[in-house]
């Protein structure tokens, strides 16, 4: 029974996935190209910034999903634009999902404008375009057709009627988003945000004849940040997308503990809840320009009973710096910190 638990959740994982279409990370807020391209160049505590994420989801199941990325950006032209700045940067994704290693890879490039409205807002609207490609080993994948039940369990023993036609699929993406800011002082920040991905809903489909494309996903998010005294800073933070019938809501929030007086040394530890599906911890340290921030999602859904409530493990790093002094250091905009 155990076996036959494990097929069919591998199937009904593969069906959420499919309808689903694309990745996720719990840590939205630390995979802000992938979230929304306007973010590209918003970086209000330093001048640029590089990362990198990587998640493995459902590791209890006998072959889980694996995503990684690694992504930079920068703020340009902020001496040359009065009260503005356009952001440049870019974004690769990996992601590699069950037994027939269905490999998707994309990279993007993206750019940003990002303009002071008066002292305490700014209005930022970005761009991004990129190619993906995506593959699968046909030989590998035992499909729904494949399968019949011999008495105790389920057992791929017949041919399958799909016949694939190439075993790899690239096409052109894009995408958009808008961002506002709003920081009314030293120690209150707030930013939301909107982003539609796959604009032009391209066509993946390994098949001659397929008529498979990438539904358009929408996402919005709102970010905070409170200091609420010298040692403590309140970030809450809710995330919702929509892609044809699947959704992702996620709220929760985290804190930034100041260790070192100066802010050179941080504490992280925070909560989020995942609509319908997960609980997810969050834990953390930033050392200077370099935060690690790990997360683990504990599955609370039905789904607990098939992967004991093992859901998935998920890590960033992300290195924020300041340009040298000859190209000067000109502060944008303003969100809590212990350094001040």
């Known amino acids: 029974m155990k076996l036959k638990a ?12 499919t309808e689903a279409q694309d990745f996720h990370f719990s840590q939205f807020i630390n995979a802000p190209l992938l979230t929304n391209p306007a973010n590209t160049g ?62 998707s890879t994309k990279a993007y490039a993206s750019v940003a ?16 375009i990129g190619f993906a ?12 057709d494949q399968y019949v039940w011999n008495g105790k369990f389920f057992e791929a023993t017949l041919p399958t009627a799909d016949n694939f036609s190439s075993s790899t699929a690239t096409y052109l993406d894009l995408q958009a988003g808008i961002n506002y800011a709003y920081f009314p002082s030293e120690n209150a920040y707030f930013n939301a945000g909107f982003s539609v991905l796959h604009i032009n809903t391209p066509k993946e489909t390994f098949f001659t004849n397929g008529t498979n494309v990438i539904p358009r996903r929408y996402t919005a998010f709102v970010n905070g940040s409170f200091k609420m005294s010298q040692d403590i800073i309140f970030n ?69 009973q098939y992967n004991g409530s093992k859901g998935a493990v998920e890590f960033s790093v992300i290195k924020e710096g300041y340009y040298n002094e000859y190209f000067g250091n000109k502060r944008q905009s303003l ?6």
């Not at 303009?115 to 930022?124: C, E, P």
């Not at 995506?134 to 590998?140: G, L, Q, S």
């Open 113 to 128: 404008y990002h303009q002071m409205l008066g002292l305490s807002s700014l209005l930022s609207a970005g761009f991004n």
């Open 236 to 304: 809450p933070n809710a995330y919702a997308s929509f892609q044809a019938k699947a959704k992702e809501v996620v709220a929760g929030g985290n804190v930034h503990y100041n260790l070192s007086g100066d802010g050179e040394k941080q504490l992280i530890g925070g909560l989020y809840y995942r609509v319908g599906d997960a609980a997810i911890g969050m834990a953390g340290f930033q050392l200077k320009t370099m935060t690690f921030t790990f997360t683990y999602d504990a599955t609370v859904s039905s789904l607990s």
């Open 6 to 17: 494990l097929i069919l959740m591998s199937l009904f994982v593969s069906l959420i996935k």
């Open 133 to 144: 490609n995506k593959r699968v080993d046909p030989n590998a994948l035992h499909l729904g």
């Open 42 to 103: 918003f970086i209000p505590a330093a001048d640029f910034r590089l990362g990198a994420n990587y998640r493995n989801q459902w590791a209890s199941i006998p072959v889980p999903y694996k995503t990684y990325s690694i992504f930079g950006d920068a703020q340009v032209f902020r001496n040359k634009l009065e009260s503005g700045w356009m952001g440049l940067g870019g974004v690769i994704l990996r992601d590699v999902a069950g037994s027939g290693n269905l490999t």
């Open 335 to 340: 969100c809590p910190s212990f350094k001040y």
